[in-house]
C-alpha cells in the first residue's frame, strides 16, 4: 500500500486525550499505510494537563501530509497565522483537514469551514455559530463528514471520527480490528446524539450492553424491540428509553447500522452472493441491501466489494 502520511497538528494548550486519539488510531500498523506525526509550530506545546510535550515535526511535515487533523485546545484563542496559514493551504490543495472537539475553531478561523456543515462539544456549539457565521453548525451529531473536511463533537467522538476514516480508506475489517484493539464500539453513525443525558447507569439499573453483545451475534435473526426487551427483562417502554439514554439512538436504528457493518465485512471477506449478504446480516433481501447501502454509503454492495477486496 502506497504511504499515507498523517498529520496530527498540535496546538499550544491541546487537550491531551484528543491528541491522543488519533495517535493512536493511526499509529503505524502492517495492515495499514498510516506514517502518523505530531506536528507543532514549535517543538514545545503546552497542554491542558499540565505537562509540555515535544512534537515530532513542524509546519513542513503538515505541508506534506495526506491528512490533517487538529485536536481539540483550550483556550480558544486564534492559532497563530503561520498556523491558519498551513490549513488553508491544505484544503486548497485537496488534502483532507479534520478536527476533534474544538480543532473545529482552528479549521473554521482558516476559512477551511466556510459554507460547510461541521460541529464540536456541544459546550461550544453557540460559540462556534457566533464566532464564525459563515460555518453550518450542527448541534447534535457525532461527527460530520464534508468529503475532505471532517469534524467531530467533543473528546470520544474523535473516536468515532478516526474509525470512519478507516473505513472510508481501508473498509469495515480493518476498522473494526483496529476498534478490537481500542475495545472501542466498531461504529457509531455520525448521525447519533453527541449529548447523551444519562451516559452512566441510574442506581440499581444495571447496563444494556449485554443485550446489545447478544444481538451482535444474531443479527441473522428476527430481532424486534419485543425480543430486544425480553433479553433485558424490561418492558418496552423501560428498554426503549434506558436503550436511548445510553447509546443516543434507537434499538431499530442500532440495529440497522450494526446489520450494515456485518454486510461490510461479509462483502470484504467473503464471495457470498448479495442474497446471502443479506440474509447473514438480518436484512432479508438483496433488494433490502442495496436499499440501505444506497441510503447510508451512497453506493452499492457489489461496487463496495469491489473497492475493499483486496
Not at 12 to 41: K, S
Not at 164 to 180: E, T, Y
Not at 240 to 265: D, K, S, V
Not at 266 to 279: F, G, K, N
Amino acid at each position: 500500500m502506497a504511504v499515507h502520511r498523517v498529520a496530527v497538528l498540535a496546538l499550544d494548550g491541546v487537550t491531551p486525550l484528543d491528541l491522543a486519539i488519533p495517535a493512536q488510531i493511526f499509529n503505524a500498523r502492517p495492515e495499514t499505510p498510516y506514517e502518523m506525526t505530531v506536528c507543532a509550530l514549535d517543538s514545545n506545546v503546552s497542554t491542558t494537563a499540565g505537562f509540555t510535550l515535544v512534537a515530532g515535526g513542524g509546519l513542513e511535515q503538515v505541508r506534506a501530509a495526506d491528512t490533517v487533523i487538529v485536536p481539540g485546545f483550550e483556550p480558544l484563542l486564534r492559532p497563530p497565522e503561520a498556523v491558519l496559514g498551513v490549513l488553508a493551504e491544505a484544503r486548497d490543495r485537496g488534502r483532507r483537514v479534520t478536527s476533534i472537539c474544538t480543532g473545529a475553531f482552528a479549521l473554521a478561523a482558516a476559512g477551511v469551514l466556510d459554507g460547510l456543515h461541521a460541529t464540536t462539544h456541544w459546550q461550544h456549539v453557540e460559540d462556534l455559530e457566533r464566532d464564525f457565521p459563515a460555518v453550518k453548525v450542527d448541534r447534535d451529531v457525532l461527527y460530520v463528514d464534508e468529503g475532505e473536511v471532517l469534524t467531530s463533537a467533543g473528546v470520544c467522538c474523535g473516536i468515532d471520527l478516526c474509525l470512519h476514516i478507516v473505513r472510508r480508506d481501508l473498509g469495515a475489517v480493518v476498522a473494526n480490528q483496529i476498534a478490537r484493539g481500542l475495545v472501542a464500539a466498531p461504529h457509531r453513525d455520525g448521525g447519533q446524539a453527541q449529548y447523551v443525558p444519562a451516559p452512566v447507569a441510574e442506581a440499581g439499573e444495571a447496563s444494556l450492553s449485554e443485550t446489545r453483545e447478544w444481538a451482535l451475534h444474531r443479527l441473522g435473526e428476527p430481532l424486534t424491540l419485543r425480543v430486544l426487551a425480553r433479553h433485558a427483562g424490561l418492558s418496552q417502554r423501560t428498554f426503549m428509553r434506558r436503550f436511548t439514554e445510553e447509546t443516543g439512538t434507537t434499538p431499530l436504528q442500532w440495529l440497522l447500522g450494526a446489520r450494515l457493518g456485518r454486510a461490510r465485512e461479509l462483502l470484504e471477506t467473503t464471495d457470498y452472493s448479495v442474497d446471502r449478504v443479506a440474509q447473514d446480516c438480518g436484512l432479508g433481501t438483496a433488494a433490502n441491501l442495496r436499499l440501505h447501502f444506497r441510503r447510508a454509503l451512497g453506493t452499492t454492495p457489489t461496487a463496495y466489494r469491489r473497492t475493499f477486496t483486496h
